[in-house]
C-alpha cells in the first residue's frame, strides 16, 4: 500500500502540472468567457463609432448650410452698401450744387422715417 500513495500523489502532481481535465475545462470557460466580452465591447465600440460618424456628417450638413446663408448675408449686404453708397455720391453732388434747402428736407425726411420705424418697433 505504501507503494500505491506515492504513485497516486506523482499522478496528482503531473495532472496539476499538466492541465488536468478540472482545470483545463475551467481555462476553456475562461477564454470563452473572455472571448464573448470582448466580442460585446467591440459590438458597443462599432456602435458608438457609428453614432459619431453619423453626428459629424449631421455637423458638416449644418456647417455647408450656414456657410451658404453667410454667403447670400454678405452678397446681399454688399448690394446694400453699393446703393448706400450711391445715394451718398448724389446727395453729395446736390450739396454742391448749392441746392442747400432740398438738401435739409432730405436730411429731415430721412429723421423723421427713421424716427417713425423707431417708435413702430
Sequence with gaps: MTSNKPMSRFA??????????????????????????????????????????SLTIDIGTEVKSQNKYLDEMDSDFDNTGGLLG????????????????????????????FFLIYTMM
Excluded: C, H, P, W
Excluded at 104 to 112: A, D, R
Design 86 to 113: 450711391n445715394s451718398m455720391k448724389r446727395l453729395k453732388g446736390l450739396s454742391k450744387n448749392g441746392q442747400t434747402r432740398f438738401m435739409l428736407y432730405m436730411t429731415g425726411f430721412v429723421f423723421f422715417v
Design 12 to 53: 496528482n502532481d503531473r495532472q496539476a502540472l499538466l492541465g488536468g481535465g478540472r482545470a483545463r475545462i475551467s481555462a476553456d470557460r475562461t477564454d470563452d468567457l473572455y472571448e464573448q466580452e470582448n466580442d460585446q465591447l467591440a459590438s458597443n465600440l462599432a456602435n458608438q463609432v457609428a453614432q459619431l460618424k
